[in-house]
């Protein structure tokens, strides 16, 4: 699997981990500016509406469908007015996580399986050593995770450089303002099961995914991939969206292929299901969860238009390319 992908489906999960990277070094990448050093005209500079947002139609009811990205800059904080409007309408706010869930650090930071992760990575030690100083990532706090998850934590390197950081999650971002509007949250998953979603099915899979992924890491390949993903997002192009798998170089084996649909045709099914019981209690719920997750023929928007929702696209105004 080319890790740019991993990445892009590593959800709310980074934002628990990223405490482990240490950005002191003038060669490291650059942190995410500390909030306190915020201020109100930096971040109410360039307000709008983006991404990718569709209005439920059930039994008289409205409820909204959003998708979002897990690492943004600082200028895409605050939701636009459309979002900001369909969020305060809802009485439910459902993301893929709920961030202050105290099960998400004790899931995703807990040690890897010692004798699968040398199986699966015991033989790349060295190279991701070599890529972990370059990511100035404590090694021996990498060390312990599951494979997959290093790959994710080092690929987070590539992201800073090019602007975009994980603390800027938009899915944190709107659960922040859940909070202060006292709306009711729901975790469409648990921790415990995304992170089963993330790990391939088999030993074998795995291994091959992230010898793929270290490649890719070394050849400094998935950069302008991330960065054209981040802005399809940012434009509403839901024309490079639908087309990813074409140009995500992500499909290219048996491998991949199988676990594209663990991770986003199996799981869309799971979360279709959960928003169609939030629907059947009688709640309006705004619903946001990755973008990546309204493509292909298992596209969230598609299953909940099957189950009886009036799906509609709500266009934004056209933005100037970020």
Same mark, same amino acid.
């Given at each position: ?27 490291? =990448? ?16 360039? @307000? ?6 569709? #209005? ?25 007015? #459309?979002? +900001? ?64 998850? +290093? ?34 949250? @729901? ?40 960065? #054209? ?8 192009? *839901? ?5 990813? =798998? +074409? ?41 946001? @969860? ?16 099957? *189950?009886?929702?009036?799906?509609? #696209? ?9």
């Amino acid at each position: 699997m080319r890790i740019h992908a991993f990445l892009a489906r590593c959800i709310v999960a980074l934002c628990a981990l990223h405490g482990a990277l240490a950005l002191a070094r003038d060669s490291c =990448p650059p942190a995410a500016p500390q909030a306190g050093s915020l201020n109100a005209a930096q971040l109410q500079a360039d @307000v709008r509406d983006r991404g990718f947002l569709w #209005r439920l139609e059930r039994d008289g009811r409205s409820s909204w469908l959003y998708g979002t990205v897990h690492a943004s800059r600082m200028e895409w904080m605050i939701p636009g007015p #459309r979002i +900001q409007a369909a969020l305060a309408g809802s009485e439910v706010v459902a993301l893929e996580l709920d961030p202050g869930d105290p099960e998400l650090a004790r899931v995703f930071q807990a040690a890897a399986d010692p004798p699968r992760l040398e199986r699966v990575a015991g033989h790349l030690r060295p190279r991701m050593e070599r890529l972990a100083r370059t990511a100035c990532v404590p090694g021996e706090q990498l060390a312990r995770m599951p494979a997959m998850l +290093q790959l994710a934590m080092l690929s987070l390197a590539d992201a800073r450089r090019q602007g975009f950081h994980p603390e800027f999650a938009v899915d944190a971002v709107l659960w922040g303002l859940a909070q202060r509007h006292g709306k009711k949250i @729901v975790a469409l998953e648990t921790a415990a099961a995304q992170l089963a979603a993330l790990t391939p099915a088999t030993e074998a899979d795995e291994r091959a995914m992230v010898e793929q992924g270290v490649g890719d890491l070394e050849a400094g390949e998935g950069g302008p991939l991330v960065v #054209r993903l981040l802005q399809a997002w940012a434009q509403g192009d *839901e024309a490079t969206l639908a087309s990813y =798998p +074409q140009w995500c170089r992500c499909m290219d084996s048996p491998a991949e292929q199988r676990f594209l649909q663990q991770v986003n045709d199996a799981r869309n099914e799971q979360m279709a299901r959960r928003l169609v019981a939030l629907h059947a209690d009688g709640q309006r719920f705004f619903a946001a @969860v990755g973008a990546l997750h309204m493509t292909g023929p298992k596209a969230l928007q598609l299953l909940l238009r099957a *189950e009886g929702f009036e799906v509609r #696209r709500i266009p934004f105004p056209s933005s100037p390319r970020p």
